[in-house]
């Protein structure tokens, strides 16, 4: 299945205007009107809609709608790491719109974050599954309903794409980073102190609440880097904002989707995931 997202300027708009071009696309839901439609789509979850199981020529895919204001907010904070996340991983990119700069800060951010859990020393695909697998960090999904394989399935067919989405981020930090024959980066307090300056700003907030201490933000992140278990609290603060966007998304799903598309989509992620139990 090809999956698609729509960065759109206006929620509302695209869905009365592709009621009536694809009503079929939606589930019985579209009965209520675009504007709950739009409505739905940013209440709860990850603000995105997604229409499934559309065929067209004998292609299968799937396509998500959301507003350019959620999509800058999701790649700059990390504000549900829905978006931000899929776009860690090579993607096509059909039109640009300007929004190239905010994609380079995304991959920017998945780096320091990805290098903040890693050791010293590293191969290349240890680093690209460390950032693949970024938004899969407490997603429920991945107890049950996904392949346990799936973050290194996306990965291993993928590395020349990997490398030539990243260079330009390693080449930027080339006095942090050094690439031979493997990976090996600075672990310095001063060097895990950068790196999570560099976070995005959501999870730097849920690092800040976090902490027990009562310091200002600057002193927090000080603390933090010179502690041995930093990569753990990092992680930590990943999964608190992928479990809660993964889990109201696939709640929201069940209507958007429709029940019957629903079940076929949840058996065929349980049916992988079995069948990577057992390779």
């Given at each position: 299945?090809?999956d698609?997202?729509?960065?759109?300027?206006?929620?509302?708009?695209?869905?009365?205007?592709?009621?009536?071009?694809n009503?079929?696309?939606?589930?019985s839901?579209?009965y209520?009107g675009?504007?709950?439609?739009?409505?739905?789509?940013?209440?709860?979850?990850?603000?995105?809609?997604?229409?499934?199981h559309?065929?067209v020529?004998?292609l299968?895919?799937k396509?998500?709608?959301?507003?350019?204001?959620?999509?800058?907010?999701?790649?700059?904070?990390?504000?549900?790491?829905?978006?931000?996340?899929?776009?860690?991983?090579?993607?096509?990119?059909l039109?640009?719109?300007?929004?190239?700069?905010?994609?380079?800060?995304?991959?920017?951010?998945?780096?320091?974050?990805?290098?903040?859990q890693?050791?010293?020393?590293?191969?290349?695909?240890?680093?690209?599954?460390?950032?693949?697998?970024?938004?899969?960090?407490?997603?429920?999904r991945?107890?049950?309903?996904?392949d346990?394989?799936?973050?290194?399935?996306?990965?291993?067919?993928?590395?020349?794409?990997?490398?030539?989405?990243?260079t330009?981020?390693f080449?930027?930090?080339?006095?942090?980073?050094?690439?031979?024959?493997?990976?090996?980066?600075?672990?310095?307090?001063?060097?895990?102190?950068?790196?999570?300056?560099?976070?995005?700003?959501?999870?730097?907030?849920?690092?800040f609440?976090?902490?027990?201490?009562?310091?200002?933000?600057?002193?927090?992140?000080?603390?933090?880097?010179?502690?041995?278990?930093?990569?753990k609290?990092?992680?930590?603060?990943?999964?608190?904002?992928?479990?809660?966007?993964?889990?109201?998304?696939?709640?929201?799903?069940?209507?958007?989707?429709?029940?019957?598309?629903?079940?076929v989509?949840s058996y065929?992620?349980?049916?992988?995931?079995?069948?990577?139990?057992?390779?």
């Amino acid at each position: 299945m090809v999956d698609l997202i729509f960065v759109v300027n206006n929620t509302h708009d695209f869905h009365q205007e592709n009621l009536t071009i694809n009503p079929d696309h939606y589930s019985s839901i579209r009965y209520l009107g675009a504007s709950v439609l739009s409505s739905v789509q940013t209440s709860f979850g990850a603000n995105v809609y997604f229409n499934t199981h559309i065929t067209v020529d004998n292609l299968m895919f799937k396509y998500g709608i959301i507003d350019v204001k959620d999509f800058r907010q999701d790649l700059q904070s990390w504000y549900t790491l829905y978006i931000a996340g899929r776009l860690q991983k090579p993607v096509l990119v059909l039109r640009d719109e300007g929004l190239s700069d905010l994609v380079m800060h995304n991959l920017r951010s998945a780096v320091h974050a990805a290098l903040l859990q890693l050791p010293e020393k590293f191969s290349e695909i240890d680093l690209y599954i460390a950032i693949a697998g970024l938004s899969y960090r407490g997603d429920f999904r991945m107890i049950i309903g996904e392949d346990k394989n799936k973050v290194a399935n996306i990965v291993q067919p993928q590395i020349e794409k990997f490398r030539t989405l990243y260079t330009p981020v390693f080449k930027s930090m080339s006095d942090r980073l050094s690439i031979n024959s493997f990976l090996e980066q600075d672990k310095s307090s001063e060097s895990k102190l950068y790196h999570l300056q560099r976070l995005p700003q959501n999870l730097k907030n849920i690092l800040f609440r976090s902490y027990k201490n009562k310091l200002n933000n600057d002193r927090i992140l000080e603390d933090l880097a010179k502690q041995d278990d930093v990569s753990k609290i990092v992680r930590n603060g990943i999964c608190r904002i992928v479990f809660y966007s993964s889990l109201m998304q696939s709640i929201k799903g069940i209507p958007t989707a429709g029940l019957l598309k629903s079940v076929v989509y949840s058996y065929s992620k349980l049916n992988k995931m079995v069948k990577s139990m057992f390779l």
